[in-house]
């Protein structure tokens, strides 16, 4: 990267693509507990707030948070975890 300004972002309605198939099933079946979706582990930094999001609650961590995600995220019963 030439500058340091670039961050890799992902809209709200992605995430569940960086989990598999069999544990949103699973975590669909036992809603008592919440997937940690950790967005820095797949690359990206920023989540961004567009799309929906299903109402299955969801742990996101990630380094950026814009305020139309944090609302989407915590509409849906999750949370959002900064990391630096």
């Known amino acids: ?4 300004k670039v961050i890799p972002s ?20 036992h809603s008592d507990k919440a997937p940690v979706i950790d967005v820095l582990k797949a ?15 969801v742990i996101v961590k990630a380094r ?5 995600a944090e609302v989407t995220i915590k509409e ?3 949370v959002c975890i900064l990391c630096a």
Do not use: C
């Not at 950026?64 to 139309?68: A, L, R």
């Open 1 to 4: 990267i030439k500058h340091g």
């Open 10 to 29: 992902i809209n709200v309605d992605r995430l569940w693509s960086l989990v598999s198939e069999q544990t949103r099933q699973y975590y669909k079946e």
């Open 43 to 57: 690359g990206y930094m920023k989540v961004t707030g567009k799309g929906v999001l299903p109402e299955q609650p």
């Open 64 to 68: 950026y948070f814009t305020k139309e």
């Open 76 to 78: 849906a019963g999750g």
